[in-house]
């Protein structure tokens, strides 16, 4: 068994006709918490409130493109 990458997820997603800019969003909040954990903890990118608001934005875009 292997990991789900963030490659993988937006070949799903792509599949599913989910849009490029919610595909791309997703990548982008993948990308950040990535960069975080590499950091080691050190240095938090963006403002944590602020992160989460993105990342639910992104799951309600998500849920209504799924139609879920």
Excluded: I
């Excluded at 997703?26 to 990342?55: D, I, M, S, W």
């Amino acid at each position: 068994a292997r990991a789900l990458t963030v490659g993988d997820a937006d070949s799903a997603l792509r599949d599913r006709s989910v849009s490029e800019e919610t595909r791309d969003t997703l990548k982008a909040l993948f990308a950040e918490c990535e960069a975080h954990r590499y950091a080691g903890g050190a240095g938090v990118p963006t403002e944590n409130a602020e992160f989460v608001q993105r990342t639910h934005a992104c799951l309600s875009a998500l849920n209504e493109e799924l139609g879920r």
